[in-house]
């Protein structure tokens, strides 16, 4: 992440906005005694987070992370967690808060807090650009001759599988391995959450990868925080409404959305 005059007084606004937030809790109490928030996140969905080709853990759930962390005068510490296992992780308390694109869903919210929405997004399809040609909407894709493939315990898998009830599917690790099915003809189309198709699209176009144009569902994203602790609760609403009213947010989506210079850091 890039410093600049407007991060540092961003942190100096957080911290006041948060300083009466950040009194007492369990896992609150914790972050502060030891000096660190650890964040779990699945390093798999760029450009909300990601492992870079040095390894590096970046995106705009990073940035959140450590602007958080600043915020309240403690150091970062990121667990990259599958993502099917990353609520258990926070309930287990191997992790403070889930920052990884994860859309707040009724049967994940019964297990733990989201506070947010940071993010409005969707579900989007990838396919080679040939299939294009044959197919309107993600619905012709319903036919038993058509294999999709999904990452393994997202909405992504469980939306598709809703839409698309005579298709096979190819459920793989996370979002890459979906990628890499698709790129290798072991399916015909890839759902997975409309930013990472956009980019994908982008980044495969000698593949002949095309996108769907627009997201065909309403997903919004938010951080997960342990369901026993509502001071830390109260701080993480805190801190997204105060970077959302005070710009933040915008500032964020602009270096993660519209420059691109981090798009040559991602790994082949």
């Known amino acids: 992440m890039r410093k600049s005059g407007f991060v540092v007084a961003l942190v100096a606004l ?9 009194l007492a809790g369990p896992v609150m109490d914790k972050i502060l005694k030891r000096g660190e928030l650890v964040v779990g996140t699945a390093a798999d969905y760029p450009p909300f987070n990601f492992k870079a080709a040095d390894g590096k853990i970046m995106g705009l759930d990073i940035d959140l992370a450590t602007i958080l962390a600043k ?6 510490k990121i667990e990259v967690i599958p993502f099917p296992e990353l609520l258990d992780a926070l309930n287990a308390g191997k992790v403070d808060l889930v920052i990884s694109g994860m859309t707040m869903t009724p049967v994940r919210n019964a297990k733990v807090y989201f506070a947010g929405p940071y993010f409005i997004t969707g579900q989007g399809a990838l396919m080679k650009g040939e299939m294009m040609q044959k197919v309107r909407d993600l619905t012709d894709f319903n036919k038993p001759e058509y294999t999709i493939t999904v990452p393994k315990g997202t909405t992504s898998e469980i939306t598709a599988k809703q839409l698309l009830p005579k298709a096979k599917f190819l459920v793989m690790a996370d979002m890459d391995q979906s990628l890499k099915a698709l790129l290798a003809g072991k399916a015909q189309a890839m759902v997975t959450d409309f ?37 830390l609760q109260n701080m993480v609403d805190n801190y997204l409404g105060t970077l959302q009213g005070g710009g933040g947010m915008e500032e964020l989506k602009r270096r993660w959305f519209k420059e691109s210079g981090w798009i040559k850091k991602l790994p082949r």
């Open 195 to 231: 930013p990472y198709c956009v980019l994908a699209s982008f980044r495969y176009k000698a593949d002949n990868l095309a996108a769907l144009q627009k997201p065909f569902t309403f997903e919004p994203l938010g951080v997960a925080v342990p369901a026993n602790d509502p001071l």
């Open 71 to 76: 915020a309240i005068q403690v150091k970062l």
């Open 14 to 22: 957080l911290a006041l906005a948060l300083a009466s937030a950040a």
